[in-house]
């Protein structure tokens, strides 16, 4: 049951960090008539922090560590 929270809350976070982003670029075009500029830069903004909130949370939750993986055996002489 857990894994699933772990998993969906993944998917939470990515969707919410590209649409914040696509909505403030939406938001930006309003504002200073850029069409469609702003809409493009929050998406590729988005993106980038919807990938990187997923890269953050996989490597918390599914054991995507730095380190190398280490021998548990020790010699069977």
């Given at each position: ?38 809409k493009i830069v929050g998406l590729i903004y988005g993106l980038i922090a ?28």
């Open positions: 049951m857990r894994q699933i929270a772990n998993a969906s809350s993944i998917g939470i976070a990515f969707i919410l960090a590209f649409g914040i982003f696509v909505w403030l670029g939406y938001m930006v075009d309003i504002w200073f008539d850029w069409h469609p500029w702003g919807g990938f990187r909130n997923v890269w953050i949370m996989a490597k918390r939750y599914g054991g995507m560590g730095d380190e190398p993986p280490t021998q548990d055996r020790k010699n069977d002489n």
